[in-house]
């Protein structure tokens, strides 16, 4: 496996340019019956699928991916990316964490840094994210991050075989918790 080509150095993370080499890991994190669970799915994703998405968001500039990157020892332990809708400088937020990188706080910091590129190198105007209610601990994550409450959709999402609420979370340049990363990377 090739080094990890890093763009944006956290403490204990960092960003870096998604590999081809690793999508087999991505699969199986997306693919992990929690992640299932958190990110409001219901069934597993066929490798071929994975694919064919892969392919598709090589040449898609409005959709930013990282690797996210453990420092120590430069191993992939998740992927963020940011849905960008160019007219309105917006863009949707989602992460995943490899099953055995979960209760580290990874989410927090990884989330921080995709914000901290979004605002100050992407220019967006603002980035949400859907998390469902039972989630406390990415609606944790996502606040110490910069995210705030933004609203509520009823009942529309599923958790464990009950309805459950979707809970809308956004954040504004103003609501970077900093310092930024980017900004000390670039000398200003």
């Not at 954040?171 to 900004?183: I, N, T």
Request: aromatic share 10%; glycine share 8%.
């Amino acid at each position: 496996m090739s080094s990890p080509h890093l763009l944006l150095t956290g403490e204990r993370l960092a960003l870096g340019i998604p590999r081809q080499e690793t999508l087999t890991e991505y699969h199986f994190w997306e693919n992990d019956p929690a992640t299932i669970l958190g990110r409001g799915k219901r069934f597993p994703r066929s490798w071929e699928v994975r694919v064919d998405e892969w392919e598709r968001q090589q040449d898609d500039e409005d959709h930013a991916s990282f690797e996210i990157v453990r420092l120590k020892d430069k191993q992939p332990v998740g992927m963020t990316t940011l849905h960008i809708e160019p007219r309105l400088r917006a863009a949707e937020f989602t992460i995943v964490l490899a099953p055995p990188q979960r209760g580290k706080r990874y989410a927090e910091e990884a989330t921080r840094l995709t914000l901290d590129w979004g605002f100050h190198l992407g220019a967006l105007s603002t980035a949400w994210l859907r998390v469902l209610e039972p989630n406390r601990a990415g609606i944790v994550a996502f606040g110490k991050a910069g995210f705030r409450f933004a609203g509520r959709l009823r009942k529309s999402g599923h958790w464990l075989g009950q309805c459950v609420d979707v809970l809308l979370m956004d954040a504004l340049p103003e609501d970077f918790p900093g310092p930024s990363a980017m900004c000390a990377s670039l000398g200003s």
